[in-house]
């Protein structure tokens, strides 16, 4: 979708008729506009027009705490003049998508009453102008259903980046989760999946009632286990709760150590301890990481530290296994079910009778004693397999848990060594004369303080739902073994597996589902991060990951979180990367076939983020409008733009003097010269 | 799912059948039916709407009704 022109009558601050003519029709390569103008002249009003045209929107999702009778269409001006007459507003929108050009207008009618102003639809048209040249008058009825098929009213919003927006998804929290879910969702049309999974359990439990009801059966166990598994999922969701909750206090608490770290810089004579500290700090959250790294390691070794702790039995039972084994024992010549045959028979293999009271019947008899069962010998045969592979390596495996107990060891006592130092630090920052400093530093240990405690009972929290994990796979296999059990005593019974098993089936749809999407999300905008970071961010930042919890996390090089120390404006990078991501999967995850609306995004960025931005922006989307201020937009900007080849058109929101904006388009050489440079304003 | 491949092209229903392709036939259409029908109907009238399925289902596998 490309828009090429939009035609506003009376639309909030533009008063009468503007045209804006977003891409020249003659040059359909430069696909970037920039709409330039001060806060409050109208530049969010431009997307505002084109989502009303597109849905009758009056509502953008910046507007949630505005209420319904401040949102205001119809021009106040206009109103004012209209001496209680109605005021028709329009606006008028002509784009092309897939080869066809749209002319959509919708047109609502205002009028004053009282304080109040009521505003109702007054027209609706579209017309489509097809491949071949034909126009077609589109049944009033079907617009909304044309209209969705070339935008999903569901993602529009995907298309607008305003710096709220962008600043709701730089903040680690609930808010940020909340935004970032809420975007998923609505791309993923999971919507009636949850309603269908919340349903299921509903079910379920229904049927489970049912069957506890019915007692004295054998249903008892498979309600027992049924409700068992119910209670460890419910369990496990309320860790999973508390653990998000407790996530986002330990986000609080480092950023409000961020935010006194920053204001004790402003000491100067003090500024050298904080460097120092920081370094520490940061020093032992590596070596921490190492330390849980080598951790991990060891668990692997677990069995096998296991053996070589029983060295000596193990090399006792292995020489008399292998004794067995060379003289025949195990396996045995004869398996032990072939004798009992004989002798139950009275027949041997060769066809002769073996009666009791013979010699041969009492020799068989005795290699029956000799010999030991089937499965006794199978077990026997995998325990001298599994010692003899274990014996081999024993002397390695010696050396490389000996080798990660000494580092793990040396690590520690590097961390003791750091920590020893950070304390000795604070307490200097602390004994520092400056009286509000030292205040600082005490909220600051506090801070530190409920960290601790909170990652304390992070650990705990995730220590049970480990241990519910694994309960929940034990009860699972429990279940399927009462689910192969044959003649089911009740209906009640077939009605609650099958319930149960729709349970898990439409919960397994959902989180792979939810979870494929977050893998390929990620993905998409580790790749735009990648295209947008400066080189300093290049080098350290690597990945962006949307992790179960909705929540965005940025790694390392070494695939570790770096969230803490990403600058406000990497994170905005973060964020822009992220939006970009969805939109290119609303847009089947390539190019974005439709209009990318940016509203003040260049805030927080450096020169080269800018830069970078402005390059690569124009290759991901098949058209750009910036809607930027005098402030984010200068010489600098411009002549980055200009040198991508792709900006075509500029347009100046301007004051008229009676609180109404008119809009001035300016071609691209002129617009440089009127852009102010660097620290100036306009 | 590819990177490429995006979330929308696809069939959402087709998505998520592929994921429970593995549970009986009886699992599989009775989910299914609870995704459309949820797309029209509160989560009560769904949850009926599985009971229903569940027991219809159980008396045709030649289950008696308790």
Not at chain 1, 369 to 381: C, F, G, N, Q, Y
Not at chain 1, 390 to 413: C, G, L, M, P, V
Not at chain 1, 615 to 643: G, K, N, V
Not at chain 1, 660 to 679: F, G, Q, W
């Given at each position: ?59 953008l999702s910046q507007?949630a ?90 993602v529009?919003e995907y298309?607008l980046f305003d710096g709220e927006k962008i600043e709701q998804l730089t903040r680690a929290g609930k808010e940020q989760r909340r935004a970032i879910s809420e975007g998923m969702r609505n791309l ?60 986002d ?272 999300i990620?993905?998409?905008a ?20 949307v992790k179960?919890n909705y929540s965005l ?18 994170r905005?990078?973060m964020s822009i990367?992220f939006i970009?991501a969805l ?100 | ?66």
């Amino acid at each position: 979708m490309i828009i090429h022109k939009m035609t506003l009558n009376n639309f909030r601050q533009f008063r009468g008729k503007h045209e804006i003519e977003f891409v020249s029709l003659d040059d359909p390569t430069k696909n970037t506009a920039v709409v330039y103008g001060e806060n409050g002249r109208g530049k969010t009003g431009l997307f505002r027009a084109m989502m009303f045209a597109l849905y009758g929107e009056r509502r953008l999702s910046q507007d949630a705490n505005v209420p319904d009778n401040e949102i205001q269409l119809v021009n106040t001006s206009a109103l004012q003049e209209s001496e209680g007459k109605p005021v028709r507003t329009s606006v008028e929108v002509t784009f092309s998508h897939k080869g066809k050009v749209y002319n959509l207008y919708r047109a609502i009618e205002g009028m004053r009453h009282g304080d109040e102003v009521i505003e109702e639809i007054a027209d609706v048209r579209l017309n489509i102008t097809h491949v071949d040249g034909n126009t077609e008058i589109i049944d009033r009825r079907s617009i909304d259903s044309k209209i969705a098929d070339v935008l999903d009213p569901r993602v529009k919003e995907y298309f607008l980046f305003d710096g709220e927006k962008i600043e709701q998804l730089t903040r680690a929290g609930k808010e940020q989760r909340r935004a970032i879910s809420e975007g998923m969702r609505n791309l993923l049309r999971v919507d009636a999946l949850d309603v269908a999974v919340k349903a299921s359990e509903r079910a379920a439990k229904s049927f489970l009632d049912d069957l506890t009801q019915e007692t004295g059966t054998a249903g008892v166990e498979l309600a027992r286990l049924i409700k068992s598994l119910g209670d460890n999922e419910a369990e496990s969701n309320r860790i999973r709760t508390r653990l998000e909750e407790l996530a986002d206090e330990r986000d609080r608490a480092y950023r409000e150590l961020e935010d006194i770290d920053k204001r004790l810089m402003e000491f100067k004579e003090i500024e050298h301890l904080l460097s120092e500290r920081r370094q520490a700090e940061s020093d032992v959250r590596r070596l921490e990481h190492d330390a849980d790294q080598v951790m991990n390691q060891m668990q692997t070794y677990v069995c096998k530290a296991a053996a070589l702790m029983v060295r000596d039995t193990v090399e006792e039972v292995f020489a008399s296994l292998d004794e067995q084994k060379e003289k025949g024992e195990i396996p045995s010549e004869i398996r032990r079910d072939l004798i009992e045959r004989i002798i139950s028979e009275h027949k041997c293999i060769c066809g002769n009778e073996v009666c009791e009271g013979t010699s041969e019947y009492e020799s068989i008899c005795r290699w029956l004693e000799k010999t030991s069962d089937a499965a006794r010998e199978d077990v026997a045969l995998d325990l001298w397999r599994f010692l003899a592979e274990t014996r081999s390596h024993f002397e390695d495996d010696a050396d490389i848990i000996k080798q990660r107990i000494i580092e793990h060891s040396n690590i520690i006592h590097r961390i003791d060594r750091l920590r020893d130092k950070v304390l000795s630090i604070s307490k200097q920052i602390g004994e520092s004369e400056r009286e509000d400093s030292w205040k600082l530093e005490k909220i600051r240990k506090k801070h530190l303080e409920a960290i601790t405690s909170i990652k304390a009972e992070i650990q705990n929290l995730e220590s049970q739902a480990k241990e519910l994990d694994s309960i929940h796979s034990r009860l699972t296999q429990q279940l399927d073994e009462e689910k192969r059990r044959k003649n089911r005593n009740s209906v009640l019974e077939e009605r609650s597996l099958l319930a149960r098993e729709i349970q898990e089936a439409l919960a397994e749809a959902y989180n792979t589902y939810t979870s494929e999407v977050r893998d390929v999300i990620g993905k998409s905008a580790t790749d735009v991060f990648g295209r947008l970071l400066d080189e300093e961010g290049k080098a350290t930042l690597k990945t962006i990951v949307v992790k179960e919890n909705y929540s965005l996390e940025v790694l390392d090089q070494y695939g570790q979180p770096f969230l803490a120390n990403v600058s406000a404006g990497q994170r905005q990078i973060m964020s822009i990367s992220f939006i970009t991501a969805l939109a290119m999967a609303a847009c089947d995850g390539g190019r974005i076939e439709m209009p990318l609306f940016m509203d003040s995004p260049f805030g927080r960025l450096s020169g080269q983020h800018r830069k970078n931005i402005i390059r690569e922006i124009p290759l991901l989307t098949s058209q750009w409008i910036i809607l930027a201020t005098d402030t984010e937009f200068r010489r600098d900007e411009a002549q980055a733009l200009r040198m991508t080849g792709h900006w075509g058109k500029f347009f100046m929101l301007c004051a008229s003097g009676d609180g109404n904006t008119t809009i001035k388009e300016y071609s691209v050489d002129d617009a440089y010269s009127i852009l102010p440079r660097e620290e100036e304003q306009v | 799912m590819s990177k490429n491949a995006g979330v929308r092209g696809s069939n959402v229903t087709d998505l998520i059948m592929e994921k429970i392709s593995k549970y009986p036939d009886n699992v599989r259409d009775i989910s299914l039916e609870a995704i459309k029908a949820a797309e029209r109907l509160p989560e009560r009238a769904v949850a009926e709407l599985i009971m229903a399925q569940v027991i219809q289902c159980t008396k045709a596998s030649g289950g008696d009704d308790a």
